[in-house]
């Protein structure tokens, strides 16, 4: 089934048709990124309201309970700020997701997804791993290496976008706050990498814009390859003039015809 934002690619020439595209894509981008920051603050704030207590929703290392967490830990957090920090990464990097890999993206997602969460899980430290800082880093880390991998210009920007604004995750995948599960950072940057390594020619390329001297260039080597346009051997050249011949000095000429009076 193909969706509305696979409709809407991506072009080079700004024209009314490409433009009306690109709104619908932006448009369904930021639908799905919203859903998504959506669902996490629905989380919060009902479990706050109703005095829950989320610990239990978060990945428990090698703890048979603790499984659950693998999909319920990212609508979990452990405060207001935690929350508030990880609205506006989440949400921005899903976008730009969507955006510029929409086919791509609906596999990536879930695969950094339950890949970080099950990281964790196996390996990460005995205590209690919660909120949505490994999947934020995920796309960071997708984003970056499908610029790199893709080399079109809108994947280049944005892989630089991301770093100018993220690149500081890079730092967060190493141990530093024993209050920060950076074990949560490394996975999830791990399973955005293999992501874009697995995904990175799922969505077809945006068209190259065509300059007029690559045009000009092109139809050079295409009329030098015609034979049409061949020159031909001296030998061929036609007599430019068939005539009566003076002999003048021993040289051999053409008589002019005199102008004609008006």
Do not use: C
């Amino acid at each position: 089934m193909i969706s509305k934002m696979d409709l809407a690619p991506v072009t080079t020439e700004a024209n009314a048709t490409a433009v009306e595209r690109d709104r619908s894509r932006v448009f369904w981008a930021v639908v799905g990124a919203t859903g998504l920051v959506a669902g996490i603050w629905l989380a919060w704030l009902g479990a706050f309201a109703l005095g829950w207590d989320m610990d239990d929703l978060g990945i428990r290392p090698r703890d048979l309970h603790g499984l659950i967490g693998i999909l319920t830990a990212p609508f979990v957090h452990a405060s207001f700020e935690h929350l508030m920090s990880n609205t506006l990464p989440m949400g921005l990097l899903a976008a730009l997701a969507l955006y510029a890999y929409p086919r791509a993206t609906r596999l990536a997602l879930p695969f950094i997804w339950i890949v970080s969460g099950l990281g964790v899980w196996l390996w990460a430290r005995p205590s209690i791993h919660v909120g949505i800082s490994g999947i934020a880093h995920g796309l960071m880390f997708y984003l970056f290496f499908m610029g790199l991998l893709r080399r079109d210009r809108l994947g280049i920007a944005i892989a630089l976008t991301v770093f100018f604004l993220y690149g500081g995750m890079v730092m967060t995948v190493l141990p530093r706050d024993p209050q920060v599960s950076f074990e949560y950072h490394f996975f999830g940057a791990m399973a955005g990498a293999i992501a874009a390594f697995a995904w990175h020619k799922r969505d077809p390329q945006p068209p190259r814009k065509r300059y007029s001297w690559e045009i000009e260039e092109e139809e050079a080597q295409r009329q030098a390859a015609d034979p049409e346009f061949d020159l031909p051997r001296p030998e061929n050249v036609p007599v430019l003039w068939d005539g009566p011949r003076q002999s003048v000095g021993g040289d051999n000429v053409v008589p002019l015809r005199p102008r004609r009076e008006e």
